[in-house]
């Protein structure tokens, strides 16, 4: 009778350990679609960071798309002339739809620029409804050549969200599949 009774107990225990770890799991999937320009020279050696942001003024910041999840196979050479290179991974769900992102180059390697023609943006996540957003570049990220910036931002926020995400820290940095998968600094 006793070791029916300790039995229950332990069985409650871990159902409720159970329950509490699945409903932790509020996590996104991100999938970013990124097409390389077709023209000379236009792709690129270099680590291409994305951070995504909300209406609200959060975001999430890939220091490195390739490691965080890249799908195109481990002998695959991402961000070459004419590719569409396709990026998949969780992270943190954002609080309202994307509406701006911020594409870096860390201008490494031998051929660091970088001709961007878009980045398509999908979202997921349990009990969210799927959202897409389309971020027309059509930039060079390069410091020898027009505009001389490795970095390209779009802002279709209609507000300064992205500059008071930054300011106050509310960026989750998403690691690649080595490392911690989630890092949260909001």
């Known amino acids: 009778m006793g070791l029916g009774r300790v039995n229950r ?6 159902f409720l350990v159970s329950i509490t770890t ?9 999938t970013a679609y990124i097409r390389t320009g077709s023209i000379l020279k236009a792709g690129t050696d270099s680590i291409i960071s994305l951070t995504l942001y ?5 975001g999430i910041w890939i220091p490195n798309l390739e490691a965080w999840g890249g799908l195109m196979g481990p002998d695959y050479d991402y961000f070459e002339r004419g590719n569409l290179d396709i990026f998949s991974g969780r992270g943190p769900c954002l609080t309202a739809p994307i509406c701006a992102m911020n594409l870096t180059s860390d201008g ?26 389309l971020f027309t570049v059509e930039q060079w990220l390069a410091t020898d050549t027009s505009p001389y910036e490795l970095t ?9 969200s992205v500059r008071a995400a930054a300011a106050a820290d509310r960026v989750s940095v998403v690691n690649g599949r080595d490392a911690p998968q989630v890092v949260s600094i909001m």
């Open 152 to 160: 390209a931002i779009r802002n279709d926020c209609g507000s300064d």
């Open 22 to 30: 699945t409903a932790r799991s509020d996590d996104c999937v991100y």
């Open 108 to 133: 490494s390697g031998p051929h660091h620029g970088w001709y961007c023609n878009y980045v398509e943006v999908t979202t997921t996540g349990a009990h969210i409804d799927c959202a897409q957003k």
């Open 54 to 58: 909300d209406t609200k003024g959060w």
């Open 9 to 14: 107990v332990l069985f409650h225990l871990f």
